[in-house]
Nanobody, 125 residues
Framework: QVQLVESGGGLVQAGGSLRLACAAS????????MAWFRQAPGKEREIVAV????????YYADSVKGRFTISRDNDKNTVYLQMNDLSPEDTAVYYC??????????????????WGQGTQVTVSS
């Protein structure tokens, strides 16, 4: 059974940084695309960043390009999201996600089947 556990969320002032982590188990991690999504109150869940199993392909939402960096450590079965220059518009619950199958790459929410519980990120003015 697949389990994804996020950590690293919290309260930060505008302009600050946070590093989120997602620990994965129950899958052959190094063969799976991993992604980060976020959902703000009253808004649809949206994709933030994607990293392929080979680390050769990444995707970022336009709103976070240049500020956020997705990375992975296959030896630790963990994917990270480094978030810099945070603004109040980044306030949301951030979710880690994985596709149902290995060797699958997707930049849409329909491509993901396994989800973590989410971690709250709050950015104050």
């Amino acid at each position: 059974q697949v389990q994804l556990v996020e950590s690293g969320g919290g309260l930060v002032q505008a302009g600050g940084s946070l590093r989120l982590a997602c620990a994965a188990s129950g899958l052959h991690f190094r063969s799976y695309t991993m992604a980060w999504f976020r959902q703000a109150p009253g808004k649809e869940r949206e994709i933030v960043a994607v990293i392929s199993w080979s680390v050769s392909v990444t995707y970022y939402a336009d709103s976070v390009k240049g500020r956020f960096t997705i990375s992975r450590d296959n030896d630790k079965n963990t994917v990270y999201l480094q978030m810099n220059d945070l603004s109040p518009e980044d306030t949301a619950v951030y979710y880690c996600a994985a596709p149902k199958r290995d060797l699958v790459y997707s930049t849409t929410i329909s491509g993901y089947d396994f989800w973590g519980q989410g971690t709250q990120v709050t950015v104050s003015s």
